[in-house]
């Protein structure tokens, strides 16, 4: 059962580990025209495709039509990035991916293309990555299968203490270890952690205050044209 746990755990920051070399490279290439290290943590590591991959073949692998397969798994990929985008926003005032300018947008948190791509990465994660993957852990001998998923742990848990509280809390000496790190590690890409869309609370307020006041405008604006009208009317 241990041997198994920690298979399916290196399997997730494998997973982790694709997700974030494709967001960094591919997609920041194609996107931004330069190598990005896109992410929530400091480190190589993008929690949510190791959580949607292991969520996907949980679900997925019982069924055998491709076409159902890719449907789910765009469906189910979709819920969790929106999830997700919700609650670091609530957390942090910051959205690390916004698909505002994609056309097939829900609030910029997903899209009918990258609800597509994930269909895709479902299909081909169910029916070739994961039986590799695990096919390539289950090989191990115990001592090395423990000890890496040990480090491994270690790593990603200390990665998201620093990270969380030099972005949530400000800490000055957390704050410093985050900014060492990350910036001593920036090369080849441009810079590290960067969040898409950075959301201060204060502009929020006064925007939807200014939102409020166009509203009151726009009804004493009908107000007042009710009243002119209706004055032209009795003296008709």
Not at 23 to 30: Q, V
Not at 53 to 82: N, T
Not at 120 to 147: E, N
Not at 196 to 224: G, H
Request: some cysteine.
């Amino acid at each position: 059962m241990l041997r198994q746990n920690c298979i399916i755990c290196l399997a997730f920051f494998t997973y982790s580990f694709i997700g974030w070399a494709y967001e960094s490279t591919i997609w920041a290439k194609a996107e931004k025209k330069r190598f990005i290290n896109r992410g929530y943590l400091m480190g190589c590591c993008c929690p949510i495709y190791g959580f949607v991959s292991l969520l996907d073949w949980i679900v997925l692998h019982r069924i055998h039509d491709p076409a159902a397969i890719f449907l789910v798994a765009a469906v189910l990929c979709c819920i969790l990035e929106f999830t997700t985008s919700w609650v670091l926003e609530k957390i942090f005032h910051q959205r690390w991916w916004d698909y505002s300018n994609y056309s097939f947008n829900l609030n910029g948190r997903i899209s009918l293309w990258s609800g597509l791509f994930f269909g895709a990465a479902g299909l081909l994660l169910v029916k070739v990555v994961y039986p590799l993957t695990i096919k390539f852990f289950s090989r191990f001998p115990d001592g090395a299968l423990y000890t890496s998923t040990s480090i491994v742990i270690s790593l990603f848990i200390a990665d998201i203490i620093i990270t969380t509280v030099s972005l949530k809390h400000k800490s000055n000496p957390i704050e410093k270890i985050y900014t060492s790190i990350t910036y001593r590690t920036a090369l080849p890409f441009d810079y590290l952690n960067e969040a898409c869309v950075p959301i201060d609370k204060i502009a929020q307020r006064k925007l939807r205050e200014a939102k409020l006041q166009m509203k009151r405008a726009k009804r004493q604006v009908k107000a007042v044209q009710r009243k002119l009208i209706s004055t032209v009317d009795k003296r008709k």
